[in-house]
């Protein structure tokens, strides 16, 4: 890239960051360690526990809506969502899946601040345990250093 053009890049220091976790308990043994990856990568990256809200919610359907409240704070500066939405025989995987997806992209769009979609979709739960560090990465992990970074960018963008 040309040496005149303006680069932004979103820093990975959370130190000072206030973030807030929505953790579905459906489907505890996969989303307890996203939950871990989660709180493993905002505390290396410079959160402060003391500045970590978790706020515990009964599946992926209700994280959106409970997202939307801790957004709407601001003692807040990012929301990440952690679900796992494993299908089954019937419908109902599409279903939640959608209302996740939509409501959290929604509470995002709402409060102009990271919403972070943190909720696995998957067919299996050998699928979910591997996207949770039982098998390469962990993606609550991941969740937690790209609300860091979207936190510092929009900081360096105002
Ligand atoms: N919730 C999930 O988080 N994951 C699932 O796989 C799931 N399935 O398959 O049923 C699920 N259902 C519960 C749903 O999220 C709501 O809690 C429930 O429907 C009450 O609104």
Same mark, same amino acid.
């Given at each position: 890239m040309r040496s005149d053009i303006r680069e932004v890049h =979103? *820093?990975?220091? $959370?130190? $000072?960051?206030?973030? $807030?976790?929505?953790? *579905?308990?459906?489907? =505890?043994?996969?989303? $307890?360690?996203?939950?871990? =990856?989660?709180?493993?990568?905002?505390?290396r990256h410079g959160v402060s526990p003391s500045d970590i809200t978790v706020v515990h919610v009964p599946g992926a359907f209700e994280i959106g809506l409970v997202a939307r409240a801790l957004a709407a704070r601001d003692d807040i500066d990012a929301v990440i969502c952690l679900g796992a939405v494993i299908r089954g025989e019937t419908p109902h995987f599409?279903?939640?899946?959608?209302?996740?997806?939509?409501?959290? =992209?929604?509470a995002s769009e709402r409060f102009g601040k990271p919403v972070i979609f943190g909720v696995l979709t998957t067919e299996n739960v050998d699928q979910a345990l591997q996207r949770a560090g039982v098998k390469g990465g962990n993606k609550g992990a991941e969740c937690a250093q790209t609300a860091i970074e979207a936190v510092n960018l929009l900081r360096a963008l105002q």
């Open positions: =979103g *820093s990975m220091d $959370g130190t $000072g960051q206030r973030v $807030g976790v929505v953790l *579905s308990r459906f489907n =505890g043994l996969v989303t $307890g360690q996203l939950y871990e =990856g989660a709180e493993d990568a905002l505390i599409d279903y939640v899946a959608a209302e996740a997806a939509k409501s959290i =992209g929604a």
